[in-house]
């Protein structure tokens, strides 16, 4: 089983090449129908006859002809064969004329497999990268930056008391949020979570909390934030507006798992948001 971390963006290698990654809003015809917040992609290959192969015993080295900049894939015959039930048949059986292939394409990170059907040219089988999939099925989610509810910016902060940071949770904000994607006959279920948030604070210094952060509430009075939050210790009366300008990003952790391939894996993205907070004294009189 393949199991992968962190990865820089994969390639999709299939006979034509995938559509455009779709939203979920009703506006695309590549977007499968699901629930509100489940959205499915459903990606296509740009179709094309296959051509003549030979007997599917074995296949060298298949690239594009004509010119194309196409990269060329290595399909081998798997000897011996996986057992029928066995994810690697695409839903396929020994009583079809065919058998499982390896594939390797350059520039994509380990191996695959596809069933062909004898006499099917190798170059014709799609060949999917699931983490492409899962990326493009990220992509369909619409993930933001944190909703800021604190600081906020008609607010006035006093130097030396504690600041409360905290965003406004909702699926598209902090997740958690799942969507799919297919090609191929390959699906990609992938579930994208907030799991830190760095405020930059507008100071020169920083501060990463492990999630949303918690609500101000009177009763905490004078209380620092038990998970999120900052003490200035200095005015921004020298700032444009005698305001701070922070940033509040969210690392999304999306986790994605391809069950037709006995893989999964996990990648990060970062989505930001621009605050500003008015840090002032205060003022003693005699």
């Not at 619409?142 to 699926?171: D, E, I, K, Q």
């Not at 760095?198 to 009075?221: I, L, Q």
Request: aromatic share 6%.
């Amino acid at each position: 089983m393949l199991r992968r971390a962190t990865a820089a963006a994969a390639v999709v290698v299939l006979a034509g090449v995938l559509a455009p990654a779709a939203h979920a809003d009703g506006r695309s015809g590549g977007v499968c129908k699901g629930a509100t917040m489940f959205v499915k992609v459903c990606a296509s290959d740009g179709g094309g006859a296959p051509g003549a192969g030979g007997s599917g015993t074995e296949a060298g080295p298949a690239g594009a002809s004509g010119g194309s900049s196409k990269p060329s894939c290595t399909y081998t015959r798997l000897d011996p064969q996986p057992p029928p039930e066995n994810a690697y048949w695409k839903g396929h059986d020994r009583s079809e004329k065919g058998a499982v292939y390896g594939v390797h394409c350059p520039g994509q990170q380990g191996a695959r497999t596809v069933w062909i059907a004898d006499g099917q040219a190798p170059d014709a089988a799609p060949v999917i990268d699931p983490e492409a999939l899962a990326r493009r099925a990220a992509a369909s989610m619409r993930l933001t930056g944190p909703a800021v509810a604190s600081p906020r910016a008609a607010g006035t902060y006093v130097v030396g008391m504690p600041m409360w940071m905290w965003a406004n949770p909702s699926p598209n904000t902090t997740g958690p949020i799942l969507a799919s994607a297919t090609a191929g006959g390959v699906t990609v279920t992938a579930t994208a979570k907030v799991s830190t948030v760095r405020w930059a604070m507008g100071d020169g210094t920083t501060v990463t909390c492990n999630g949303p952060g918690t609500p101000y509430t009177p009763d905490r009075g004078k209380a620092m934030s038990p998970d999120c939050g900052h003490r200035y210790q200095r005015t921004a009366h020298d700032k444009p507006g005698e305001k701070y300008r922070g940033t509040a990003t969210a690392t999304w952790t999306i986790t994605w798992t391809a069950p037709a391939l006995g893989d999964g894996g996990q990648f990060a993205e970062t989505r930001a948001t621009e605050w500003t907070a008015r840090v002032g004294e205060v003022q003693v009189v005699n």
